[in-house]
């Protein structure tokens, strides 16, 4: 995402932000402003209400009551999702990205913004542009294996990538899945699900309790990866099925755009719109 006309980093705990905005001078130095007023507040309030955000959604019970705005948008955003195990929790990169977008986008004539949330990126375009960005099938051993071309016509506005690899927890053996969606909230709650969907049983691979490696996590005893073996192309095969299959349904139900699923040296591309090319 280069090419920026102004970019700057926010930090705060276990959040790092790296942002970018095209426009002119004006606009740029106001965008600034309001992404270094609104930022401090976040990691507070989270915290606030980090006990409920850390529930899993039952469907058929009432919506829990939070007042942080962020929070909210973790909720909205899994809630569609809650027909398996899932937590705001799972949301939350996306949502503190697309919350903080924005507060640098609204009543702006920024050309172009992202909010990038470690890998969980929220995007502004106005009419007649684009952003383009690379896609990293295994941060293990980084490299570009492919491009996402996103232009303001298109639905896209939130990119999200979850595997075993990153920072966040994960059911799944995916190296990485990279999904596209309306926000960055929905594509990382999406992201989370689909990585968790490309899985074998194997004994090869190695599961812990997500409370082991974390004691607070939202996960509990759920098991999680921490270690894939190298498998067979079979069974990487077996794996990245099960995750298109994932993939392809949550895109034909319109709750995503697109994805890329990455395993081993194996890619697959869920793409109907022609947006992603691999490397």
Same mark, same amino acid.
Request: hydrophobic share 45%; charged share 25%.
């Given at each position: 995402?280069?090419?920026?006309?102004?970019?700057?980093?926010?930090?705060?705990?276990?959040?790092?932000?790296?942002?970018?905005?095209?426009?002119?001078?004006?606009?740029?130095?106001?965008?600034?402003?309001?992404?270094?007023?609104? =930022?401090?507040?976040?990691?507070?309030?989270?915290? +606030?209400?980090? #006990?409920?955000?850390?529930?899993?959604? #039952?469907?058929?019970?009432?919506?829990?009551?939070?007042?942080?705005?962020?929070?909210?948008?973790?909720?909205?955003?899994?809630?569609?999702?809650? +027909?398996?195990?899932?937590?705001?929790?799972?949301?939350?990169?996306?949502?503190?990205? +697309?919350?903080?977008?924005?507060?640098?986008?609204?009543?702006?004539?920024? @050309?172009?913004? =992202?909010?990038?949330?470690?890998?969980?990126?929220?995007?502004?375009?106005?009419?007649?542009?684009?952003?383009?960005?690379?896609?990293?099938?295994?941060?293990?051993?980084?490299?570009? +294996?492919?491009?996402?071309?996103?232009?303001?016509?298109?639905?896209?506005?939130?990119?999200?990538?979850?595997?075993?690899?990153?920072?966040?927890?994960?059911?799944?053996?995916?190296?990485?899945?990279?999904?596209?969606?309306?926000?960055?909230?929905?594509?990382?709650?999406?992201?989370?699900?689909?990585?968790?969907?490309?899985?074998?049983?194997?004994?090869?691979?190695?599961?812990?309790?997500?409370?082991?490696?974390?004691?607070?996590?939202?996960?509990?005893?759920?098991?999680?990866?921490?270690?894939?073996?190298?498998?067979?192309?079979?069974?990487?095969?077996?794996?990245?099925?099960?995750? #298109?299959?994932?993939?392809?349904?949550?895109?034909?139900?319109? @709750?995503?755009?697109?994805?890329?699923? =990455?395993?081993?040296?194996?890619?697959?591309?869920?793409?109907?719109?022609?947006?992603?090319?691999?490397?």
């Amino acid at each position: 995402m280069s090419g920026f006309s102004r970019s700057f980093e926010l930090h705060a705990g276990p959040i790092g932000l790296r942002l970018g905005c095209d426009g002119d001078a004006k606009e740029l130095s106001r965008a600034e402003v309001r992404a270094r007023k609104a =930022f401090p507040p976040i990691l507070p309030s989270l915290a +606030d209400e980090l #006990e409920t955000l850390r529930r899993k959604i #039952e469907i058929d019970k009432p919506p829990p009551t939070l007042s942080g705005r962020v929070a909210r948008r973790m909720y909205e955003a899994a809630l569609p999702f809650a +027909d398996e195990f899932v937590t705001p929790m799972a949301a939350v990169a996306g949502a503190v990205a +697309d919350y903080m977008l924005e507060q640098i986008a609204r009543n702006t004539r920024l @050309r172009r913004a =992202f909010v990038n949330n470690g890998g969980d990126i929220a995007i502004h375009l106005n009419p007649g542009t684009s952003m383009r960005l690379a896609l990293v099938g295994n941060i293990a051993a980084p490299a570009v +294996d492919g491009l996402i071309r996103i232009d303001a016509g298109s639905h896209v506005r939130g990119v999200a990538t979850s595997g075993w690899r990153g920072r966040s927890f994960s059911f799944g053996i995916a190296d990485s899945v990279t999904v596209l969606a309306r926000t960055a909230a929905t594509a990382d709650v999406a992201a989370t699900l689909v990585a968790n969907a490309v899985n074998i049983d194997d004994p090869a691979i190695v599961r812990r309790p997500a409370r082991d490696l974390l004691p607070d996590s939202d996960l509990g005893d759920m098991a999680v990866t921490v270690g894939v073996p190298p498998l067979s192309r079979a069974k990487i095969e077996a794996a990245l099925d099960r995750g #298109e299959v994932r993939a392809r349904h949550l895109v034909d139900e319109g @709750r995503i755009e697109a994805a890329a699923l =990455f395993l081993g040296r194996e890619t697959r591309l869920v793409d109907p719109r022609g947006m992603l090319a691999a490397g």
